[in-house]
């Protein structure tokens, strides 16, 4: 496969995938669609933000950056335009592999840690103790009292950071790769669009 071709199909991934980790970071930050426990209630793991900064914003810049450099364009074309745009992605590839691995560490951590919530009337993090060994007993959820259901809400969109972030890493490492090739290489489709 091209450097070109294959550098656009992992930007088509990736940018998903960064929307997936805005939309779950943002449904974390209202416990079971409730906006009334946003004020103090929620763990420190929420306010990290790590989907929305790290597996977000700093993955849809290499995102955008892999489609460019896999695409073709009047700005920058020929042999020199398309290796300065690749150029570009190795850079924006190792800025955005640096926001996913934020997103799979904070994310990671939320899982171990377990969400804050009111249990036998207090607020604290309950299942810390435990090592994540809460994740496997589910009759330990229900102790949660308030926010309701936070612990199903908190498992599920963490893990849905962790598995995205994952794939974060990995699709960041082959445009990493792909573009440093890109940049000495250059891209095999210049010659299949030159004139005859």
């Not at 330990?140 to 972030?165: D, E, K, M, R």
Request: glycine share 12%; net charge positive.
């Amino acid at each position: 496969m091209c450097t070109g071709k294959c550098a656009r199909f992992v930007g088509l991934s990736l940018i998903p995938l960064s929307l997936i980790c805005i939309v779950a970071n943002a449904l974390l930050l209202v416990p079971n669609g409730q906006t009334t426990w946003i004020k103090d209630h929620l763990s420190l793991q929420v306010w990290l933000m790590a989907g929305f900064i790290g597996g977000g914003l700093m993955v849809l810049c290499p995102g955008i950056s892999a489609v460019r450099a896999g695409g073709k364009g009047c700005c920058g074309a020929g042999c020199c335009g398309n290796r300065c745009r690749m150029l570009r992605s190795v850079f924006c590839s190792a800025f955005g592999m640096l926001g996913a691995i934020y997103c799979l560490s904070v994310s990671g951590a939320g899982l171990r840690i377990g969400p804050r919530c009111l249990m036998h009337g207090s607020w604290d993090y309950h299942f810390q103790h435990t090592a994540g060994s809460y994740l496997l007993n589910r009759t330990q959820w229900s102790s949660c009292v308030q926010p309701p259901h936070v612990v199903y809400w908190n498992v599920t969109l963490f893990s849905l950071l962790v598995a995205a972030s994952c794939l974060e890493i990995l699709l960041c490492g082959v445009q990493l790769v792909n573009a440093s090739i890109g940049v000495f290489c250059g891209d095999c489709r210049k010659k299949e669009d030159a004139p005859h």
